[in-house]
């Protein structure tokens, strides 16, 4: 290989590499607003005393999201047990809101 053709492999990683560190601190950021606006309607919602059944399926959907994904990284039954706790605690809640309870 011709130096050219290092350098040039080698600037394209460094890039791939900035790309990644980029998509994960958006990551945080969209986590951390998304966690900002549950707490704050969570706030409105108990002030009012309403039901919180919403927020409760968002914040479900959120967890099995994770549970999901740590099961098909680790394969662990942990994190399947938990999956499927959360996938029957999300479809209650999910069939309380469409009762309209």
């Not at 994960?24 to 009012?48: C, D, E, P, T, W």
């Amino acid at each position: 290989m011709k130096k050219s053709q290092i350098l040039a492999a080698a600037q394209k990683a460094q890039d791939d590499e900035g790309r990644r560190t980029f998509i994960k601190n958006s990551q945080s950021l969209v986590f951390a607003m998304y966690s900002l606006g549950i707490i704050f309607l969570l706030v409105i919602k108990l002030a009012r005393q309403q039901s919180i059944n919403e927020l409760l399926l968002l914040i479900l959907l959120g967890g099995l999201g994770i549970e999901i994904e740590g099961f098909l990284k680790k394969h662990s039954l942990i994190n399947a047990l938990f999956a499927a706790l959360l996938f029957i605690a999300t479809g209650y809640i999910a069939w309380l809101i469409v009762k309209g309870k």
